[in-house]
């Protein structure tokens, strides 16, 4: 056992297990925050995908370890920004989410790629939705989405 | 305000209804619900594909851990299905690497780990079989009389297709989670068919109707993979619940969901074509051969499907139909989007370009002579009775793509690219008189004393879109607001058995209903009171169907569509790229275009990768694929930029005119981009997927 504290969602957490505790496993189970979902467990589909430290990574291949010291923002605390109801809108409209599983991961790389680049190319956006599976959409629309929101709004991005 | 523009047309996309709960994570999927006091239960699964089991030897099980199996079963070891012959619990033969023999139960995954690490399970092994060699089920047909036009023909054409595994690949996996209520259970879990799994636990735990209550939670997709399989779950959930009275959750990984869930038929199918003096297909024999895995289940449905699209879009007039579902020591296969169309379809569009080239014909002339027209024989000697608009949707397909320069400039100067283009359609419900006979289709709304309108049905939102739609009509029908209706996920205590979310008739036939319903709700609307009215499916009096024979009209109606795929075929590593695709769809009238574009896109990228990129195989009964890293899905960088056309031919029994969907947008990709990875490669490509190691091998033939 080990005592880690990091910064989720702009809250300081500390919390005793054991440093290879899988970090999607705290996040769901200790802490209650299942926006972030188990696809395949291997960091292939990005369902569970998280921030830390502004960097994009797959929570269910992260060791709770890992995140000591850092700073944590999932879908629940991204969903309290301007940035968020701009992509919500924009997901909407776009009629980019079916069944939804894939959608708080796919909302968190389309911030990865905006925060990076408020004016992505199509081709730019699909590479940077390529480490996270759909099987719904055929990603089209979620590409459109992402187009549409990188338009809206006062350069939020 | 999208009350005014439906007025103007149901068309019109709106805002889904469970959109912003999904985006923002708020969707409560069954992994993420948790009960007080829940244990987790984890499956022994075999690790031989044949033999019996001769002796189990568990470790101590320590205090508050359980094992629960066969032994345990109140009521039938057996999954009630269409054919039920599933086992719930494997008793002493195993059939399958992978089949369950027992839950171990218990407060920690880590300690239920061990002990399933330390239980020893000694078999005799039998030998496996596997391939295309006992028939388990039969079925056959026929049209006109085959051998007088063998006997006529001037020319005989024969051709083998095989097509490989598909997984569903959903990306929620499996799961269920329940609790002890009276003398039953509660089970909520990701699934299709709420009234299955109901069925199914009422005869294992052998208890009346009210004891087992089922209720969907938020469903991470389902393609057919959440039709009939979480009954198996459900019911070694519920022998556990009733054996140890503690709510139980049961989630699959991925990696277990892989290796024992049901996927597509892999099929062997023989075609063989009597052409005439004229250059006219007289005749066509066929086989279907299908590997249906250990247990037959849904198999022999599939099978039917598969073989009633035999000529597809086209009309023949003398068939012989055959087909069998072959027992083989793997997992046993099941339902998924298409539902033995998807097989016959790339057949029957591979012979018929093939037929016309070996001819020396225009593949595309040779297609439309044989294209059907409204009024002719089906396959089954029903009638093609609504009006038919493929001529009209070919010319758009055509035109938007610009197919025929391409055709020619591809054919003609060998550039790695190539341009297919497969025409097909989908028979919408259940196959024959399975509506009226099996599922019996029953809906059920309910306006309160605010006027609001609830829908109580056991449709399935897995993504879909059903919730907006079937809202939609609902609505539309009693002209109120879509926010003055609601429809929460189906609880089996409220709603009445509408049938199974499946074979693209919750639209056509559920919202057929809900129509009818809401007219009636109309004529008796009475504001501030509260009024119930119900529907019951009736078929339509003009369909006949034998089904002893298989003779008549397989399906009320059909769905129709036309796909155009153009590819880049890499000369060195011969992976396929795609470049474009364009379809053209006749769905009767879509309810909304915004949802039914997101089911195009969808199931394009399903069907186009069912022909040259998803593998999955088996050794010696152990599926190799493992998890979604070795099998491959379409990523965002993989699928093309689409340019999808409706076309409205209202089907005067749909609501609004609408037909069916979901399964249309995936049957006819596998052909399309066959078709033209054969023109980028000059190789005639009679197995999918086509994958590069597939090209090389046909390449190293020649």
């Given at each position: ?157 | ?174 799961a269920f989670i329940g609790y002890p209520e009276d003398e039953g259970c509660t089970l909520i879990g990701s699934i299709q068919c709420p009234y299955y799994v109901k069925k199914a636990v009422m005869r294992t735990l052998d208890v009346h109707e009210n004891a087992v209550r089922v209720i969907q939670a938020y469903v991470g997709g389902g393609f057919g993979g959440k039709e009939e399989f979480p009954s198996l779950m459900a019911c070694q959930l519920a022998v556990a619940i009733k054996k140890i009275g503690r709510p139980i959750k049961l989630v699959y990984e991925r990696e277990e969901d892989m290796e024992v869930t049901t996927k597509r038929h892999p099929a062997k199918i023989t075609m063989t074509a009597a052409i005439d003096a004229g250059g006219k ?422």
């Open positions: 056992m080990n005592e880690i504290t990091f910064t989720l969602n702009g809250k300081k957490v500390t919390l005793s297990a054991r440093g290879d505790t899988r970090f999607l496993d705290i996040l769901r189970k200790e802490l209650g925050l299942t926006g972030p979902k188990e696809g395949c467990g291997e960091g292939e589909c990005g369902a569970c995908a998280v921030f830390v430290d502004d960097r994009l990574v797959n929570s269910c291949i992260l060791p709770l370890a890992a995140v000591s010291g850092s700073k944590v923002l999932t879908i629940e605390g991204y969903r309290q920004t301007k940035r968020y109801e701009i992509l919500e809108t924009a997901f909407l409209k776009e009629g980019a989410t079916q069944c939804g599983i894939c959608t708080p991961g796919m909302i968190m790389a389309a911030q990865n790629i905006l925060s990076q680049n408020a004016h992505p190319s199509e081709e730019e956006i699909r590479e940077g939705l390529s480490g996270n599976l759909c099987r719904c959409t055929g990603y089209n629309m979620i590409v459109k989405a992402i187009r549409r929101a990188s338009k809206s709004g006062d350069g939020p991005w | 305000m999208w009350v005014s523009r439906m007025r103007k047309d149901i068309s019109s996309g709106i805002d889904n209804v469970e959109g912003r709960e999904k985006i923002s994570g708020r969707a409560q999927y069954t992994s993420d619900i948790r009960l007080e006091g829940q244990l987790y239960a984890k499956t022994v699964r075999a690790t031989i594909a044949h033999g019996l089991i001769k002796q189990i030897k568990l470790p101590e099980i320590p205090d508050g851990y359980h094992t629960v199996d066969y032994t345990d079963i109140p009521g039938d070891n057996v999954v009630n299905m269409i054919e039920s012959d599933w086992p719930v619990f494997a008793e002493t033969t195993v059939n399958h690497i992978g089949e369950p023999i027992m839950l171990v139960v218990g407060e920690d995954k880590e300690v239920i780990n061990a002990i399933i690490d330390r239980i020893e399970i000694r078999y005799e092994p039998r030998e496996p079989e596997f391939g295309f060699n006992t028939s388990i089920a039969k079925l056959n047909f026929k049209k006109g009389k085959t051998k007088e036009a063998f006997k006529k023909a001037d020319r005989i054409i024969e051709e083998t297709y095989e097509t490989g595994y598909q997984e569903q690949a959903y990306i929620e996996p499996q297909i007289t005749a066509i024999k066929s086989h279907v051969g299908l590997d249906g895995g250990a247990y037959l289940g849904l198999s022999k449905v599939v099978l039917s499907r598969g073989m009633l699209a035999v000529t597809n879009a086209y009309t023949v007039a003398n068939l012989t139909v055959s087909g069998d579902v072959y027992k083989t020591h793997t997992v046993p296969n099941g339902a998924f989007r298409g539902f033995g169309a998807p097989q016959m379809i790339f057949a029957i569009e591979m012979f018929i370009h093939h037929i016309a080239r070996s001819l020396g014909e225009d593949p595309f002339k040779f297609r439309m002579d044989h294209l059907v027209r409204q009024g002719d024989l089906t396959a089954t000697g029903g009638v093609f009775r609504d009006p038919i608009i493929m001529r009209d949707m070919i010319a758009k397909a055509t035109d938007i793509s610009n197919y025929h320069d391409k055709y020619r400039e591809y054919s003609e100067k060998q550039s790695n690219r190539g341009i297919g283009m497969s025409w097909f359609l989908h028979g919408c419900g259940f196959t024959g008189s399975g509506e009226q006979d099996i599922i019996k289709a029953e809906v059920r709304l309910k306006k309160d004393t605010r006027d609001i309108v609830h829908i109580l049905t056991a449709a399935v939102d897995m993504g879909q879109g059903p919730k907006t739609t079937l809202k939609k009509v609902v609505a539309g029908v009693l002209d109120i607001p879509v926010e003055n209706v609601t429809f929460a996920n189906p609880d089996t205590r409220y709603v009445p058995d509408s049938g199974p979310t499946v074979a693209s008739r919750t639209m056509m036939i559920v919202g057929g209903l809900l129509a009818r319903a809401a007219k009636k709700m109309k004529s008796q609307w009475v504001g501030g009171q509260e009024v119930v009215v119900s529907e019951k499916y009736a078929q339509p009096d003009y369909v006949k169907w034998d089904q002893e024979t298989m003779q008549g009209d397989a399906y009320p109606a059909y769905s129709w569509g036309v796909n155009v795929v153009e590819v880049e075929v890499s000369p060195i590593t011969y992976e396929t790229r795609l470049k474009n695709v364009w379809t053209v769809y006749d769905l009767g009238k879509a309810i909304d275009e915004r949802i039914v574009r997101g089911q195009m896109d969808g199931g394009q990228a399903q069907g186009l990768a069912y022909g040259y990129m998803e593998v999955m195989n088996h050794e010696t009964g152990k599926i190799s694929q493992k998890n979604l890293t070795d099998y491959i899905i379409p990523t965002a960088v993989d699928v093309a930029e689409s340019h999808n056309h409706i076309m409205d031919n209202p089907y005067p029994l749909g609501p609004y005119g609408a037909k069916g969907v979901g399964e249309l947008t995936l049957v006819g990709g596998a052909p399309a981009v066959a078709l033209a990875i054969e023109q980028a490669t000059g190789q005639k490509i009679n197995r999918i997927p086509a994958t590069p190691e597939s090209l090389m091998e046909l390449m190293q033939d020649e």
